[in-house]
């Protein structure tokens, strides 16, 4: 099947600073990414849709300014959380679908703390 | 407002049993209907995908439905074993042009009992 990966699993930063995740579609082309945040015990909520070449559309209450996102290419989408707070600590799962059909296919995730 | 919504939000079960998480969605024009696995701390593993068009899925012991007119879905799981002791969830696409969107359900706890 399609394969999705993120880089990094794991990352820590200090409250302040800014951190990039990578969300890399491995045997096909994605069109669209996905991005999504899920708390503790939560479930997914869908943070923002890229379409490759484009600006993200951002759901209601998600901050552009904050949640930046670059769709430069057809295999990779970058997350980048800007000025993080220890409120932004979540897990961070990408997916892509393209050209292999609508259906998303979803990265492992990336656990995001902010101390 | 589309939404998605699971019940139980948790469910104990000893092996052996055969078990029907269930859920519902608003607005039934829907593009598909995915079932999801998470298991602690990990991404998600995709179970099932039903189309529009079709009424139901089956792998190996997991069965899902789709019945559009009411709003709703089942997975049942036969034969449950704890190794299916995970975070069930239930994700609908509409149509939404060149995008479709997935809205997630809030997921179901399952905890399997040797």
């Known amino acids: 099947g399609a394969v999705v990966s993120q880089h990094p699993s794991r990352v820590i930063c200090k409250s302040g600073t800014s951190v990039k995740i990578e969300c890399r579609s491995l045997d096909f082309q994605a069109t669209t990414m996905f991005w999504y945040r899920q708390f503790p015990k939560q479930s997914l909520m869908l943070m923002a849709t890229s379409n490759e070449g484009s600006k993200a559309t951002y759901e209601q209450g998600v901050e552009k300014d904050k949640f930046l996102i670059n769709h430069a290419s057809l295999t990779l989408s970058t997350l980048t959380v800007t000025s993080a707070h220890p409120e932004d600590s979540s897990f961070y799962i990408c997916?892509?679908?393209?050209?292999?059909?609508?259906?998303?296919?979803f990265g492992p995730g990336t656990r995001l703390t902010v101390t | 407002k589309q939404e998605v919504t699971q019940i139980p939000a948790a469910l104990s079960v000893p092996e052996g049993e055969n078990l029907v998480l269930n859920c519902s969605f608003t607005d039934s024009a829907i593009y598909n209907l995915q079932w999801f696995r998470q298991d602690p701390g990990k991404g998600l593993t995709s179970l099932l995908l039903?189309?529009?068009?079709?009424r139901e899925q089956t792998s190996g012991r997991l069965n899902a439905s789709l019945d559009k007119s009411s709003g709703r879905s089942t997975l049942y799981i036969a034969a449950s074993q704890p190794g299916d002791s995970a975070t069930y969830l239930c994700?609908?696409?509409?149509?939404?042009?060149?995008?479709?969107?997935?809205?997630f359900g809030t997921g179901t706890l399952l905890a399997v009992q040797p």
């Open positions: 997916s892509a679908s393209g050209d292999r059909g609508m259906e998303q296919y």
């Open positions: 994700a609908v696409s509409w149509y939404g042009g060149a995008t479709n969107k997935l809205i």
């Open positions: 039903i189309q529009s068009s079709q």
